[in-house]
Nanobody, 117 residues
Framework: QVQLVESGGGLVQAGGSLRLSCVAS????????MGWYRQAPGKQRELVAG???????NYADSVQGRFTTSRDYAKNTMYLQMNSLKPEDTAVYYC???????????WGRGTQVTVSS
């Protein structure tokens, strides 16, 4: 059974840092490009970071230089290091695959990130 479990969110002041984790089970993690997505209240879910099977990363302009994603194949886990957080980063963060067709797996519950000003 495919399962994505995100964790690591919380409440942090502007300028602070958080590290999110995503554990993927039931997925051939080595064959999947993965992405971090977020959904703020009243907004559509958006892609903020992606990482390919060979470790190439890309980021949305809004997080470039502040967020870093990585993956550990041995643990089937992906990470998102978020630094210099801003109130506009407040959202529920999710992980999923990253394909030309968009995300392909059922969404997990996500993890809430709240940045206070």
């Amino acid at each position: 059974q495919v399962q994505l479990v995100e964790s690591g969110g919380g409440l942090v002041q502007a300028g602070g840092s958080l590290r999110l984790s995503c554990v993927a089970s039931g997925v051939n993690f080595r064959l999947a490009a993965m992405g971090w997505y977020r959904q703020a209240p009243g907004k559509q879910r958006e892609l903020v970071a992606g990482i390919t099977t060979v470790g190439t990363t890309n980021y949305a302009d809004s997080v470039q230089g502040r967020f870093t994603t990585s993956r550990d194949y041995a643990k089937n886990t992906m990470y998102l290091q978020m630094n210099s957080l801003k109130p506009e980063d407040t959202a529920v963060y999710y992980c999923n695959t990253l394909t030309s067709r968009g995300p392909t797996l059922s969404w997990g519950r996500g993890t809430q990130v709240t940045v206070s000003s």
